[in-house]
């Protein structure tokens, strides 16, 4: 990894990790073009159901190891996955691998994450728990997540569907000079939501609930929506792509299916090139 990469994730980390300066640079010196090692028996399905052939050699792979630990859902981050994915394969062509490795102790919110989602990505579940044994990965799920180059060494670290900084530094290594960041190129506007919290109300749990929320962009630029993230998997968006005029709306539709019986409390947070972005809207409600 260069130094200017190295310095950077320095910072992305540190920025949201409860770990110090110090314990971050000693994790990236140990941690930087070590090579990360795959159990022999690894099994690859979709839908955790056909098994699969999945070639793990390309000149780029995003590895993320989900353990048991907390909110699955939250965890796999699915629908963002998925995004990033499609996005992924229109700018890098076939060099490009996404290894999924799923803990084995939580297969039944595993699989209803994705039957929810329609995530017919390819995945494994290691029923030994092999690679966090093999690799020794560090407590700190955030850096559960490695880009590796072809010879499955680390040449970065983090979650690209949790930071959309880390998003584009993985980026910018892998196309060089042919990526240029998009918010250097977009002019800053402003905007808001049409309500300051969107409240569901109380439904069944069982039965997935829509609703809708207005963007407003209140500037005199464009406006330009680079990512929508949720807080977990029981939340999902759908929204236009396209760029927002001056003083004009986009409806987010959020889709919310909970998967159990709980009183909730989630945010949706949106990416765009406005000077206090992201912006951030609370989502409540009560599946009962």
Known sequence: MKSVNFILLLLLLISCSNRNDSDITSFLKEWEQKEILFPKNMYFT???EDTIYYNLDSEYKILTY????????CKLQLPAWDMLIKEMDSLYVGKMNFIFVFSPHRVKDIRHAILT?????????????SIIKLNKFPSDSRLHTFLLDKNNKVIAIGNPVYNPKIKELYLKIILGNNYLLSCDKRLETSAGFDRQSLNMGEFDWKQEQIS????NNLGEGLLVINNISTSCGCISVEYSKEPIRPHENITIKVKYKAD?????NKTITVHCNTEDSPLKLRITGNAK
Do not use: A
Request: proline share 3%.
């Open 212 to 215: 809708e929320v207005l963007l």
């Open 117 to 129: 989602s329609n995530f017919n990505y390819p995945v494994c579940v290691d029923d030994q728990d």
């Open 66 to 73: 989900v353990d048991s630990i907390g909110c699955t859902s």
């Open 260 to 264: 159990h019986l709980e009183r909730f």
């Open 46 to 48: 979709t839908m955790l």
